[in-house]
């Protein structure tokens, strides 16, 4: 097999502070850097052009008013030469920054060669394989199987939902109160949230997240929290009368992302792991925006030293935003699938594989793990330090890069504060620093940076953030 730059080995790692300055040099300069208002007039033009041609159900530039022109590391520019600071990510899709330049090199000289092959065996697909192999959480190292299904998480999902059926024989999936798994009509089955159309109708039921802050099962510890929500998964799959047959799967992602950044006690995952086991359930772990470094980790679940039945993965697998959706999962389960049992056209990006195996020799060689978990404790530092003069914070949570605001109009109360997220999403961006919003209510300010960014930027954007916050809910 000749050498590719997938195949290539890999550099040595370089030291310390060699790093940081080559992290410092990814990013656009400086930055932030806005003049006059935003949208500004180039990017208000083609937001309305945008309004005049595409579907209604476009959503990120109804709350953040700009045109992309180009992406650096964490940072960004719009087409009226504004430059802005990315705690967004691509809802964390670009974990090694944008336009990497390993992996635009990977890409461009995959795209030169062969960009569509369906399942085909292929240099770009074994490469990255390898590598997912390599990296994979307890006993999936060195032994997963994989399958590339459609180009996006909700696909891995539908996969893993139609695995999980086929090995068992069973229907029924148990889900979580606070899931978000994707937008098709499998993945919405198991999504919790009604306002974006789940969950669809279908053998699915939902328990209780620890979610300690709105704990679900009253008040305790956030440790009481867990072990109650553990106990009533294990009543329901031991007690005949329930209401929930036994069932194929359960699916849970070890952070909550969309729900609102919601951490569980360490010992979550694993006493799910214990339960499933005892009854012969399958444990799907999504870790389509935990994945790939974000939490500190490769993988969230590896906290709780866990080994998933099935692994959900999207998002930064593509390297710098190429789409592409994978499952990894023990190869006991390969039986359950025929030959094109579960398909896709664009199973086969080649470019994205590329590009995939690229992001992931970059992880390794700048131990960026390691940096995002560094990075993480700093921003829960800053912004618990930030808290106490800022009534609105309810609660601030987080691991890795993956942080969560919780604003309330009362701290007694907790009664949460969507409005004021709202705003303060639209006023960091008007200042160049790009969030997004999320929680049970939309009312959790959400950080998914680029895991290049440098402690300098880092900590430019919470001063933003906090002084926004500050301005946006002082009495008037």
């Known amino acids: 097999m000749s050498e590719t730059i997938a195949e290539q080995p890999a550099a ?25 208002p935003v949208p500004g007039p180039r990017s208000a033009a083609m937001l309305a052009e945008q309004a005049e041609l595409e579907s209604g159900a476009r959503s990120y530039p109804r709350s953040v008013p700009i045109a992309i022109a180009e992406g650096r590391g964490a940072t960004m520019r719009d087409v009226d030469g504004n430059t802005y600071l990315d705690f967004f990510g691509g809802a964390g899709v670009l974990n090694v920054g944008h336009s990497n330049d390993a992996a635009l090199a990977a890409a461009a000289d995959q795209q030169r060669r062969l960009v569509h092959a369906l399942d085909f065996p292929t240099e770009a697909k074994l490469a990255l394989m ?3 192999r390599a990296i994979m959480p307890g ?31 069973r229907e029924t999936v148990i889900a979580f109160q606070g899931s978000y798994h994707g937008m098709t009509s499998g993945a919405l089955s ?23 802050y709105r704990s679900p099962v009253g008040p305790g510890t956030p440790e009481q929290c867990a072990a109650a929500c553990a106990h009533l998964l294990a009543s329901s799959l031991s007690d005949p009368h329930s209401g929930i047959p036994l069932p194929a799967a359960v699916i849970v992602e070890p952070i909550q992302g969309e729900g609102g950044t919601i951490v569980p006690p360490d010992g979550f995952l694993a006493e799910l792991r214990r339960i499933t086991r005892e009854h012969g359930v399958l444990l799907i772990v999504d870790e389509i925006q935990t994945g790939f470094a974000r939490t500190g980790t490769m993988f969230a679940c590896e906290r709780d030293g866990i080994t998933p039945d099935i692994l959900l ?4 697998i ?35 594989m590329a590009a995939g195996s690229a992001a992931i020799d970059f992880m390794r060689e700048t131990d960026l793990a390691a940096h995002s978990a560094r990075l993480g404790e700093l921003a829960l530092e800053l912004l618990g330090d930030a808290a106490p003069s800022l009534s609105s914070i309810g609660e601030v949570r987080g691991r890795g890069l993956m942080i969560g605001i ?11 504060w969507p409005e004021l997220a709202a705003a303060l999403r639209r006023a960091c961006c008007e200042r160049g620093l790009i969030i997004e919003v999320g929680g049970h209510f939309s009312n959790v300010a959400r950080f998914l940076p680029p895991l290049v960014i440098t402690e300098p930027l880092l900590r430019t954007g919470i001063e933003i953030f906090a002084e926004t916050l500050s301005e946006l809910s002082a009495p008037r």
Do not use: N
């Open 130 to 132: 390898r590598r997912l």
């Open 190 to 212: 198991v999504t919790s949230d009604t306002s974006c159309g789940g969950p669809l109708s279908a053998p699915v039921h939902f328990m209780p997240y620890p979610y300690a």
């Open 12 to 36: 040595p790692a370089a030291a310390p502070g060699a790093r940081e300055e080559e992290r410092a040099a990814m990013h656009f300069a400086p930055a932030p850097s806005v003049s006059g």
């Open 313 to 316: 993965l999207s998002k930064a």
């Open 139 to 169: 006993d999936l190292r060195d032994r997963a199987r994989f399958h590339f299904g459609g180009p996006t998480g909700s696909d891995a999902v539908e996969a893993a939902l139609k695995l999980a059926r086929a090995h068992t024989g």
């Open 318 to 352: 593509g390297g710098i935003g190429y789409p592409l959706s994978c499952i990894a999962y023990d190869p006991a389960l390969d039986a359950a699938w025929r030959p094109g049992g579960h398909i896709g056209t664009f199973r086969g990006h080649q470019v994205a």
């Open 406 to 416: 919780e604003l309330v109009r009362d701290r007694e109360t907790r009664q949460p």
